[in-house]
């Protein structure tokens, strides 16, 4: 059975930074496209970032770039966004997911974790 756990969620103030964790069993995180989603207090989900290992290639939204970075830690088989300079329109719950694929284009997820909120204040 394929879990995703995130974790690393909370509450901090506009300009502050998290870091989430999304933690992989039954499959390895490098095989497979991950990525990032977050929904957003209004019910539209989109997707922040993505990452293949497989491709060493990682993409992000452009309200993100530059202040948000995913990355893979292999030993623990989990996948990391670190988030800086928060901002109140960042507030949401934040998914993890695994592709079936090795990239991230083109591919579907097949796998989610149950999410994790993060609140941003002003």
């Known amino acids: 059975e394929v879990q995703l756990v995130e974790s690393g969620g909370g509450l901090v103030q506009a300009g502050g930074s998290l870091r989430l964790s999304c933690v992989a069993s039954g499959i390895i995180l490098n095989d497979h496209g991950i990525g990032w989603f977050r929904q957003l207090p209004g019910g539209e989900r989109e997707e922040v970032s993505c990452?293949?290992?497989?491709?060493?290639?990682?993409n992000y939204v452009d309200s993100v770039k530059g202040r948000f970075t995913i990355s893979t830690d292999t030993a623990k088989n989990t996948v990391y966004l670190q988030m800086n300079n928060l901002k109140p329109e960042d507030t949401a719950i934040y998914f993890c997911?695994?592709?079936?694929?090795?990239?991230?284009?083109?591919?579907?997820?097949?796998?989610w974790g149950q999410g994790t909120q993060v609140t941003v204040s002003l």
């Open positions: 997911a695994a592709k079936t694929a090795s990239w991230c284009r083109g591919s579907d997820f097949g796998w």
């Open positions: 990452i293949s290992s497989f491709l060493g290639k990682a």
